[in-house]
Structure formats: C-alpha cells, structure tokens
C-alpha cells in the first residue's frame, strides 16, 4: 500500500492575483499623488531611503505571511531582529569572518523557529502565548548579555553594504528580491506551500490526506524565524552597532503588511508578493506623511484603519463562501 500522501488541491490563486494587482495600483496612486504633493517625495535620494525603509519589514512580511498562513502568528519578530544584531556584532567583534557572523545569526533564527514549532506541536502552546513570551524574553536576554549598552561593529565593509546600491538600486532592495524570489517558489509552486495552505484551511483535515502537520508547522516557523534573523544581519549593517532594543514594534508591522497586502488572519490565504506590496505601501504612507510634516501619531492611525477595513473585507469574503 503506498504511502505518498494524497494530492492536496492547489490554493485558487484568482484572488490572490487580483488583490495583488489593486495593491500595486494603489502604490503607484500614493507615488503619483506624493510626487504632486511634495517636491520632495521624487528625488532619487528619497526614493532610495524609501526602497531601503520599507525592505526590512518586507523581508519579515514574508516570513510572518507563512506562519498566518497556517493559522499562526508569530508575535516575536521584531525580538528576534534585535538580539540578532546583538549575535552578529558579537561574532564581528570577537574577529568571526563576516560570512561565518551571518551564518550562526541565521542559524540563532531558525533555532528560536525550532523552539516555536516545538511550543506549539509538542507542548501545545497557542502560537500567540509561545512567541509572546520569546518577544519577552529575548530582549531580557539580549541586554543582559549586552549589559544595557550597545555594541560598535568594527567592520566598515560590513556597514558599507547596506548603504551602496548596484545597478543604481539600494542593496537593502535586492534583499528583497533574494528572499522574495525563492518565497515565490515555496509557497506557490511547490508541494509543501499545498500543505501550508492545507494546513491552515484545517489542519484536521490535511492530517487525513496525508500531511504530515507537525513538519509544516515548524517550517512555516522556522522560515518566519530565518526571515527575522536575516533582517537582523541587515539592520546590523545599517545602523552599525548591535542592540537588543532595535526593531521595537516591528512585528506589528510585519503583520500589517502581511494583512494589507491579503493574507487573511483566518488562515489559509495568502501569497508573497502581496505582502512585499503592503509593506512599500505603509513606507510610502509613513515616508509621504514625514515629507508633509503630517503627525506621526496620524501615521499609526491609518495604517490601524487599513488593518480594519482589509479584515472586515475579508471577513465579508469568507462569509460569502467566495
């Protein structure tokens, strides 16, 4: 009797497609008006420190978007990045190669992706409780490590990266599309993102085809965790210095451009390029807003009220059967 798992459907991806295709016209409306607004908002110096705000939170958009997928979240995001730019400036500073700095950073990302999946699989831990607690914890740990200070990374090639740009575009940019491409890949176009879909449509269900659940749980965070760590390489590189109280608040950008761009927090909806398209819209929103002196506070509000009316949307949707 084989034991291939059965064939699990392909998500329709109709919708994804569609919504893809209004949140980048409505990207390209917010750069349009932004450019009649403020003289400002075009110049190349500009859309360059754009590209390289909202690359960072696109990178764990991406990696958030598969653990929503399923069902999950994962609250720890922004801790992660933190304490990983505390690892690799440690590792530069104790004379690491730069290459082996960033390999045990990423490694620290997908270890804290193994205890999540853990969490939840083995101990039954909500998601929502296990990376509660590490978003706690690692910033504790991080400056009891660091001693509350931060840390001078004594590598100017390594600053150098995040600031130089190739074929005119920001480096930070290209990360994007280095993650973004094999994301693609992943959760489109392979076996394991049918499972994830699977999975987070109902688990229960996906167990009787032949999933094997517990296995795509941990990937789905242990690719979230690989994503923060990697943001934290970057961020370590751009600010220069390694500190656990960097990337505060970033997970909740992270989900809000995970949900802006179509990820349904019910599970079982989602795709890459709508989140990476969510993120440059809060950038643009939060860049334009600076350029015209508008309240920071008015900044978070909106990007509160998108949240709202997106999940509203979607809720119509589900009810719908659509």
């Known amino acids: 009797m084989s ?7 392909k998500p329709k991806r109709n919708y994804n497609i569609l919504f893809g295709l209004t949140l980048l016209a409505l990207l390209v409306l917010l750069w349009v008006i932004l450019s009649f607004a403020t003289t400002s908002f075009a110049t190349g110096n500009n859309i360059s420190n ?17 653990v929503i997928i399923t069902g999950g979240i994962d609250l720890s995001v922004g801790a992660v ?10 590792m530069i500073n104790a004379g690491f190669p730069v290459w082996v700095a960033i390999l045990a950073t990423l490694l620290t990302g ?13 101990m039954g ?10 978003l706690t914890s690692l910033r504790g740990i991080g400056l009891l490590i660091t001693n509350g200070n931060s840390i ?12 130089n740009s190739f074929l005119g575009v920001p480096n930070l940019f290209w990360m994007v599309i280095l993650v973004g491409v094999p994301a693609f890949i992943l959760l489109h176009h392979s076996r394991w993102g049918r499972y994830l879909f699977a999975v987070g449509s109902n688990a229960e269900a996906a167990r009787l085809s032949g999933v094997n659940v517990q296995r795509t749980i941990y990937m789905a965070y242990m690719l979230s965790g690989l994503c923060a760590a990697f943001v934290g390489v970057l961020l370590a590189s751009r600010i220069g210095i390694g500190n656990p109280t960097q990337a505060e608040g970033w997970e909740l950008q992270s989900i809000a451009s995970s949900v802006i761009g179509g ?5 079982a909806v989602g795709s890459v390029h709508g989140p990476l398209l969510g993120a440059f819209i809060l950038a643009t929103i939060n860049n334009g807003a600076n350029l015209l002196n508008v309240n920071s506070f008015w900044q978070r509000i909106i ?3 998108l949240i709202i009316v997106i999940v509203y949307f979607d809720g119509l949707r589900r009810r719908g059967g659509k």
């Open 81 to 90: 990045v933190g304490f990983c730019t505390v690892v690799t400036a440690m």
């Open 125 to 134: 831990l909500p998601p929502f409780i296990i990376t509660l607690a590490t």
């Open 303 to 305: 990007t509160g009220v």
């Open 152 to 163: 001078s990374i004594n590598n100017d090639a390594f600053q150098e990266f995040s600031r």
């Open 3 to 9: 034991t291939e798992p059965a064939p699990i459907e």
């Open 263 to 267: 990820t349904s927090l019910f599970g």
């Open 50 to 66: 754009l590209l390289r705000q909202g690359s960072m939170i696109a990178i764990l958009a991406v990696g958030q978007t598969f």
């Open 110 to 122: 997908v270890a804290i992706g193994i205890f999540h999946g853990f969490g939840i699989v083995k």
